[in-house]
Nanobody, 129 residues
């Protein structure tokens, strides 16, 4: 059983920064693409960013491009989401997730929730105006 544990959320003023971390259990972390999703209050969960298994390819939703950076450290079984220039509309519960299949493809970074099978418990990010 894989466990994903997010941390790093909190309350920040608009324009500020936060770095989220997601620590994964297990010895096969480096074989899977990873993703970040978020669920704003009263809305459905949405894709934020994804990273390939070797970290060489990333993909972002348009609204966070240039502000958020996804990265991973396979030696530490951890994926990160650096969030800069935060806006009130970034307020949400942020979840990390693991791809449902092993992939060695250099450009594989899934963008839909149905392509992920393990999820963390979420961490709250609140951006005040």
């Amino acid at each position: 059983q894989v466990q994903l544990v997010e941390s790093g959320g909190g309350l920040v003023q608009a324009g500020g920064s936060l770095r989220l971390s997601c620590a994964a259990s297990g010895r096969t972390f480096s074989s899977y693409a990873m993703g970040w999703f978020r669920q704003p209050p009263g809305k459905e969960r949405e894709f934020v960013a994804a990273i390939s298994s070797n970290g060489g390819y990333t993909y972002y939703v348009e609204s966070v491009k240039g502000r958020f950076t996804i990265s991973r450290d396979n030696a530490k079984n951890t994926v990160y989401l650096q969030m800069n220039s935060l806006k009130p509309e970034d307020t949400a519960v942020y979840y990390c997730a693991r791809d449902h299949q092993v992939s060695g493809l250099a450009i594989h970074a899934p963008r839909t929730a149905r392509e992920y099978d393990y999820w963390g418990q979420g961490t709250q990010v609140t951006v005040s105006s």
